[in-house]
T-cell receptor, first 116, second 108 residues
Framework: DAGVTQSPTHLIKTRGQQVTLRCSPK?????VSWYQQALGQGPQFIFQ???????QRGNFPDRFSGHQFPNYSSELNVNALLLGDSALYLC???????????????FGPGTRLTVT | GQNIDQPTEMTATEGAIVQINCTYQ??????LFWYQQHAGEAPTFLSY????GLEEKGRFSSFLSRSKGYSYLLLKELQMKDSASYLC?????????FGAGTQVVVTP
């Protein structure tokens, strides 16, 4: 049973460039959430995708966008990179719930993005 | 809005018990997750509390008081491998709001 996978593992970009990160959810999961984790901080919620639509969004600018494909995999795109975008980007998958208790979110190993 | 508060670091000896407190103020609340994160690794699930009270799972237990906006994670019979960051995360319909985490250091 494959867990959550992310690619690439590491990435170095220059300020102003654009980047795309990829995530494949755990088998049987239909929802993907993206988080940004700066060094020494907890993960910060970017957005969540279900049925190929953005369902919830955190306090991140429009430079951060995403997509979910029919096979439930997802991409995170960041435009006009800033030095402050350097962080570990985590993808988490789960089953979607509209109300009540949530299901556990399984995290992938993350993509370490460095912006120079 | 959101405000999650946890101690930055706690140190305890092998075999001891440590309690990590978490207070939160958040809009829209389903329940509260606790995750463990070793350095350089992804967070791994420990517990999820929806109702008030204590939930026990082996050496780890978690408590929730919704009215007080308070939770704690209890780690018993500490082992060296328990040295890690412990993250409290109130859940708003799948949107997890993580605190900065509590670094637990287990000493021999």
């Amino acid at each position: 049973d494959a867990g959550v996978t992310q690619s690439p593992t590491h990435l170095i970009k220059t300020r102003g460039q654009q980047v795309t990160l990829r995530c494949s959810p755990k088998s049987g999961h239909d929802t993907v959430s993206w988080y940004q984790q700066a060094l020494g901080q907890g993960p910060q919620f970017i957005f969540q995708y279900y049925e190929e639509e953005e369902r919830q969004r955190g306090n991140f600018p429009d430079r951060f966008s995403g997509h979910q494909f029919p096979n439930y995999s997802s991409e995170l795109n960041v435009n006009a990179l800033l030095l402050g975008d350097s962080a570990l980007y985590l993808c988490a998958s789960s089953l979607y719930r509209t109300r009540g208790s949530s299901y556990e979110q399984y995290f992938g190993p993350g993509t370490r993005l460095t912006v120079t | 809005g959101q405000n999650i508060d946890q101690p930055t670091e706690m140190t305890a000896t092998e075999g001891a018990i440590v309690q990590i407190n978490c207070t939160y103020q958040t809009s829209g609340f389903n329940g509260l997750f606790w995750y463990q994160q070793h350095a350089g690794e992804a967070p791994t699930f420990l517990s999820y509390n929806v109702l008030d009270g204590l939930e026990e799972k082996g050496r780890f237990s978690s408590f929730l008081s919704r009215s007080k906006g308070y939770s704690y994670l209890l780690l018993k019979e500490l082992q060296m491998k328990d040295s890690a960051s412990y993250l409290c995360a109130p859940d708003s319909w799948g949107k997890l709001q993580f605190g900065a985490g509590t670094q637990v250091v287990v000493t021999p």
